[in-house]
């Protein structure tokens, strides 16, 4: 969110079982890098099902200023017109990518190889978080960046005028390392490798394959080998982005803990770097079922049915599925305190560099009404209460984080006393339409009068 966003605080009661249809918006991580590599194809990228939320729409801004049209027309379908690998202009400003780490850390890989200078900024939440995840690799191809101590933005980058390609192993499995080395790869000559020991969200190896560039990924003793042949001529495509499996937890995991809820999700992409949560739901006892599961794009999708689940018990989730469920955490530990039992969520330090320090905040939040947690370094139990049992009556901070906000808010459909939360401004930054959609299926949630 830009530094003028104004705060409002919201509520969220018990109150109607959920019913209908839930249409969540377009999937978060593919609309960037629709945006992204619809910019270094020459000729028009269309894209139907852009996520308009303002990470989005930040991104979208970024590539104007490097030189690409970037336009919505009447109907919501989004046109890029590129400039090609190696096209690239100096932004003639600095480039603010408002709350998003997907936005800021792969449009500096994606520039990292051009002889072209750029200052990256956000809000008070991206400047918090740690780049030099990302500016350590593409130190290698030669790039120079300067930033605050720490390694925080604003960070200026000096794209390197005669890119090396490169080899890495990443050190943390992230999607967004992965992609900002790929995208940075593709303006050096020769062959870019990645190597991954876990398996994180591949759709930027999926896209890069779709505007022609070659990759080719092999599983090995020592992780995922993903090689990229660079200066590849991108051809223009036209994109139809999947509904964001990310955006559909909240409604799904609403339906589950509110009293005769039973709701449909449609079109949900179910790639498996992505679907964690829903496995880990149903092994808790969720009455979610996939209807009409099919193929569409090379991608799973399905329909989700979610119905009220008045017996979740408590598990312990495997660190393995971590980075398919990174995000889903927050709303995971939500229905973690309706249960019963202990769930244990381990393996998960990554957590304390998102928007926010998630296990904090979402340890702080639960404690406030009246959910045991426990928490360490990479991993937390929430001790579950059952349902009709978890008291609510808090008044959280959200940190300027999106999932921290809809997490709080589902929760309070379910508890004895209302949850409120401080500002419900950064919701729009992953899913603008969250509380028609959610009050339109009966959700008991307002704004405060201000
Ligand atoms: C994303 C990767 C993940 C995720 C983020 C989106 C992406 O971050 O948390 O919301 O689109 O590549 P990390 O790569 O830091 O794990």
């Not at 690998?85 to 051009?114: K, Q």
Request: charged share 25%; with cysteine; proline share 6%.
């Amino acid at each position: 969110m830009s530094a003028h966003h104004q705060p409002f605080r919201m509520t969220s009661r018990r109150g109607h079982a959920l019913r209908g249809v839930a249409r969540v918006p377009g999937d978060k991580s593919i609309s960037h890098r629709a945006l992204i590599l619809g910019a270094l194809a020459v000729g028009e990228t269309r894209i139907e099902g852009l996520l308009e939320g303002q990470d989005v729409l930040d991104t979208a801004s970024a590539m104007r200023a490097f030189g690409a049209t970037v336009e919505r027309d009447a109907d919501g379908v989004w046109h890029v017109h590129g400039v090609g690998v190696g096209g690239l202009a100096e932004p003639a400003d600095v480039i603010d990518c408002g709350n998003s780490g997907t936005g800021v850390r792969l449009i500096m890989g994606m520039m990292a190889t051009s002889p072209i200078t750029a200052t990256f900024t956000g809000d008070a939440s991206l400047r918090s978080r740690p780049m030099g995840r990302v500016t350590d690799p593409l130190a290698l191809f030669g790039a120079r960046a300067h930033g605050r101590r720490g390694g925080r933005l604003p960070m200026t980058i000096e794209g390197a005028a005669d890119p090396v390609p490169v080899s890495y192993t990443l050190p943390v499995a992230s999607a967004q390392v992965k992609s900002a080395v790929l995208l940075a790869g593709l303006n050096a000559p020769g062959e870019t490798v990645v190597i991954e020991h876990e398996a994180t969200r591949d759709h930027t190896e999926r896209m890069l394959r779709g505007f022609g560039a070659r990759v080719e990924v092999e599983d090995r003793p020592e992780g995922r080998v993903i090689r990229l042949t660079g200066r590849p001529e991108l051809r223009p495509q036209s994109i139809s982005v999947p509904r964001d499996p990310s955006s559909a937890a909240f409604p799904v995991c609403a339906a589950l803990i509110a009293e005769g809820s039973d709701v449909l999700v449609p079109n949900i992409g179910l790639n498996p770097t992505r679907a964690g949560l829903f496995t880990t739901l149903r092994e808790m006892g969720a009455d979610l079922t996939y209807e009409n599961l099919r193929e569409e794009g090379g991608e799973p999708v399905a329909d989700l049915r979610a119905r009220f689940s008045p017996d979740l018990r408590g598990i312990e989730v495997p660190p393995a599925r971590a980075a398919s469920m990174i995000d889903e955490y927050p709303i995971l530990s939500v229905v973690a305190a309706f249960a019963s039992g202990a769930t244990v969520m381990r393996g998960v330090r990554e957590l304390r560099v998102k928007e926010s320090d998630r296990i904090d905040a979402m340890a702080r939040g639960l404690r406030a009404a009246g959910v045991e947690v426990e928490e360490g370094d990479d991993w937390w139990i929430v001790h579950g209460r059952g349902h009709g049992n978890v008291a609510g009556g808090a008044l959280v901070e959200i940190r300027l984080d999106h999932r921290i906000a809809m997490s709080f808010l589902v929760m309070g459909l379910a508890t004895d006393q209302m949850m409120t939360i401080d500002d419900g401004a950064p919701i729009a930054t992953s899913f603008p339409v969250f509380e028609p959609l959610m009050t339109g299926l009966g959700a008991a949630i307002a704004r405060d009068a201000a």
